[in-house]
């Protein structure tokens, strides 16, 4: 029978995640069910445009642990949304200048430039203030305390160490490979058809469709 678990919805923006002077870093990323950092620079800069955009991207899943652990929270997903939100306000990484409105960059002769690419030192003020503020939520959890539904009313108990991790480990593996994985023809598809000029025929749209199926996944022919 699987405990309990008493989730709470946070809507945080993207500052919540970032290490302060005089804090340090309260999140613990490398739970040992984690990856490393795995994303590419293109996968990076994908979560960056998709922020920018107000686009949804998933929540940050956390494991509150008490006062008593070394580092509050612990991540159990989105330690890759984490790691390159920090990337990119470090200016470790760029991104193309024509994403970005009018006002929010330092010089304004890269505005709309298509070729430029700008990193976060390169924006005013303002284009940080924009960023800063982007909404990245979180659904957390009390990973230190175990809720157990009897006859209607919750009991609970401390977990130990191990079975935080535990009961982590179990809730990471039902977010990350509970469904069936995007495969290389699934995007190749995707692409072909996100880079078809405007004012294609549906026809022609069919048509890249269906060539980007049959494209060979690597390692495969």
């Known amino acids: 029978m699987l405990p ?11 500052m919540h995640y970032l290490v302060r002077e005089g ?9 040992p069910y984690q990856r490393g950092a795995v994303w590419t620079e293109q996968q990076q800069r ?16 956390i494991s509150t642990l008490g006062s008593r652990a070394t580092v509050p929270y612990r991540v ?4 890759q949304r984490i790691l390159a939100v920090r990337t990119f306000i470090a200016g470790q990484l760029a991104v193309p200048a024509d994403w970005f409105r009018p006002g929010d960059l330092a010089d304004q002769d890269n505005y709309e430039q298509p070729d430029v690419m700008v990193r976060w030192d ?18 957390e959890f009390n990973g ?9 009313r919750y009991q609970h108990r401390d977990r130990t160490d191990s079975e935080i991790l535990q009961a982590e480990a179990e809730l990471f593996l039902l977010i990350n490979f509970a469904g069936v994985a995007q495969t290389d023809q699934d995007r190749s598809r995707a692409q072909a058809i996100a880079s078809t000029p405007a004012g294609e025929s549906q026809d022609d749209l069919d048509g890249l469709a269906k060539f980007a199926a049959h494209l060979p996944i690597d390692g495969l022919e």
């Open 4 to 14: 309990e678990l008493l989730f709470q919805h946070n809507n945080y923006t993207v």
């Open 23 to 31: 804090r340090g870093d309260i999140f613990d990323l490398d739970a």
């Open 46 to 61: 994908n979560l960056i445009k998709s922020l920018y955009m107000g686009l949804p991207v998933g929540a940050v899943v």
């Open 76 to 79: 159990v997903d989105g330690k």
């Open 122 to 139: 390169d924006l005013s003020p303002a284009g940080q203030g924009q960023f800063d503020m982007r909404s990245l939520p979180a659904i």
């Open 144 to 152: 230190r305390t175990e809720y157990i539904r009897v006859a209607g």
